[in-house]
């Protein structure tokens, strides 16, 4: 197969962060996505309609003259989230969804819950009136493996939350085992899962030393949950869809400092696509990519259409970061230095 036409993806699970880095990035998404569910763990979180208002504002302020993106904004839930903040803000259609972090679970999360249980008042509203609960489902105990977190939270916290509300949209993001897979089907939710999660597994960190270029939150994992997700995502099963959680980070943070994130967004569809191709799945991309999501959320898949033609490519290695055509740091691309096989037409930013 020479070219792939599907309808365009949309990214559930994406960081957009603020600023240059925001108005750097943001082409990488919109060109190759509809619509994007944007995280709201920025330095000063999204608790309210003010501030999700604001930082949709800042968002489509960065966006192309002529580009058609809708940003899906998030509220960032905490043991303090007002009830009636939160359920105006679904009603006038601010917030597209809630976002649960447990506190100190990955990047700005020191705001999240402490306590889960304390927020079930939420859990209630939002179940009522139908809107959706995304999940970072990993546990903060510290007697917890690092690996083993995903898997403690489901048994811990995750199941008695599907329990108790039966019917609340939950969504449980990035998921990295085969223990999710297996409880996201058994229990008939939903999830997300990264191109980097199906293509690296806890080996990555550690070729050549520590390497935080693969540090991520969930971490990756042992390689039987890596070939469990390439099963569950080239599926075309629709409890399963596209969310990059593309997470830049400057090159002095992340190389010097270890943050976790990983930038994937320049790369994401041609990442993909090389799994499913190896899989010879790519009759279920266009599921994976943009139908799957748009039937759990209650949309219409994007009308427009997309391209994808098998084109060889070298990834390069970073996004410069520009301020006045200044050059002011830099964030280093998934792949970087590897060849990939798969490109939108004429697009000029695969390279």
């Known amino acids: 197969m020479k070219n792939l036409i599907i309808r365009k993806p949309d990214d559930w699970h994406l960081h957009l962060r603020e600023g240059l880095v925001l108005k750097n990035i943001i082409k990488y998404t919109t060109e190759y996505f509809g619509r994007a569910i944007v995280m709201p763990n920025t330095n000063e979180p999204v608790t309210t309609i003010e501030r999700a208002v604001s930082y949709k504002k800042e968002i489509l302020d960065a ?76 546990v903060t105990d510290s007697n917890v493996d690092i690996f083993d977190r995903e898997e403690v939270f489901i048994d811990r916290e995750l199941n008695q939350i599907i ?19 297996e409880f996201v089907m058994e229990k008939k939710i939903h999830a997300t899962i990264t191109p980097h999660h199906l293509h690296i597994n806890r080996n990555a960190m550690f070729f050549g030393g520590l390497n935080s270029d693969f540090y991520c939150l969930p971490v990756a994992k042992r390689e039987f949950n890596r070939l469990s997700l390439i099963k569950a995502a080239t599926s075309g099963i629709e409890n399963f869809f596209l969310g990059t959680d593309s997470a830049p980070h400057m090159r002095e943070w992340k190389a010097f400092c270890g943050c976790a994130g990983i930038f994937n967004a320049p790369v994401a569809l041609s990442s993909y696509l090389k799994v499913f191709q190896e899989e010879n799945s790519l009759d279920k991309f266009e599921a994976f990519a943009s139908l799957n999501g748009p039937k759990f959320y209650n949309l219409p898949p994007n009308q427009e259409k997309i391209n994808l033609v098998y084109e060889s490519f070298k990834v390069d290695d970073f996004v410069e970061i520009s301020d006045s055509f200044k050059v002011v740091g830099k964030i280093k691309k998934f792949h970087a230095g590897e060849f990939l096989n798969w490109r939108i037409q004429n697009d000029s930013h695969s390279s």
């Open 163 to 181: 329990n108790r509300f039966p019917r609340l949209k939950v969504v449980l993001e990035h998921i990295t085992t085969r223990y999710a897979v």
């Open 63 to 138: 966006i192309a003259l002529g580009t058609n993106f809708d940003p899906l904004m998030t509220i960032y839930l905490t043991d303090e989230t007002n009830k009636e903040e939160l359920k105006r803000g679904y009603k006038d259609k601010v917030f597209f969804a809630g976002k649960l972090y447990p506190a100190n679970a990955t990047t700005n999360s020191r705001h999240g819950v402490k306590e889960i249980k304390n927020i079930y008042k939420l859990f209630e509203i939002m179940e009522d009136i139908g809107m959706p609960l995304l999940i970072h489902g990993e």
